[in-house]
């Protein structure tokens, strides 16, 4: 009885040290020069998307994801009414959307709409190499993430600027998820995509200088074979990224 209770007591002990070692926060840090972000709106109900989100898919193949460059799949939701509901839409990602419209970062509202930093990118479709931003030094942008919880977000500028106006954002990624449609232009399609924008929350409320503390979104889906976390900067009047930051979930 005695061994049986050490037998039980050492397991306890080395559990409980692996959940205080699941428990801690990961972290991630972007470079000093501006890491480029590609965003990609897309929709299951559209049937010229599936090009786009497979140009989108290869950028995992890149050495310098996460720390040189950012892909999010923004799925909307006016599709939908062609008789198929996409899972991953929201009125939210459509309002982004427009305001890019109206901050002039796109000429239209349209599906698929690529944007690279903030403007306007319809190169992918031509086979032409992704356009970089300058090395202009913006200054790094770290993460501490406790996953299903919040994330701390600080930004340590280069230039010295204030933080005033900024808006600090959180999205959880969902790659290699499988779909179905059954419905719609895209009728009998099987879809595996990658950085599909799952959730996202956001603040302009700072707990101190350069420091934004973002709770965790509710995902639309727990089917993805891998997710990751990426945090971005962007003003109150333009839905632009200034710096990004992110990385693999464990």
Not at 35 to 53: I, M
Not at 177 to 186: L, M, Q, T, V, Y
Not at 189 to 211: A, M, P, Y
Not at 235 to 244: F, S, V, Y
């Amino acid at each position: 009885m005695i061994g049986f209770k050490r037998f039980w007591l050492g397991c306890g002990v080395m559990c409980l040290a692996s959940s205080v070692l699941a428990a801690e926060p990961l972290s991630y840090e972007s470079p000093a020069t501006r890491v480029d972000v590609v965003e990609l709106f897309t929709s299951h109900g559209c049937s010229s998307c599936p090009p786009a989100d497979a140009w989108l898919s290869q950028l995992d193949e890149r050495t310098d994801l996460w720390h040189g460059v950012i892909p999010l799949a923004f799925h909307v939701d006016y599709w939908d009414y062609l008789g198929w509901q996409d899972r991953f839409a929201s009125s939210s990602f459509s309002q982004r959307q427009r305001e890019y419209r109206r901050s002039g970062g796109l000429s239209s509202v349209y599906t698929p709409g690529m944007l690279v930093n903030g403007e306007e990118w319809r190169g992918w479709y031509r086979g032409r190499p992704l356009p970089r931003a300058e090395s202009e030094k913006i200054g790094r942008l770290s993460l501490r993430v406790e996953p299903d919880r919040y994330a701390v977000i600080v930004f340590s500028p280069e230039n010295g600027q204030s933080s005033a106006g900024f808006k600090a954002n959180l999205a959880v990624l969902g790659s290699g998820i499988k779909s179905n449609i059954g419905a719609g232009e895209n009728r009998g399609r099987s879809l595996v995509e990658d950085f599909i924008v799952l959730g996202h929350t956001v603040t302009s409320k700072e707990i101190s200088q350069n420091t934004w503390r973002v709770a965790w979104p509710e995902l639309k889906s727990n089917t993805a074979s891998r997710y990751a976390v990426v945090a971005w900067l962007s003003r109150d009047d333009n839905p632009a990224p200034i710096q990004a930051a992110g990385g693999w979930l464990p």
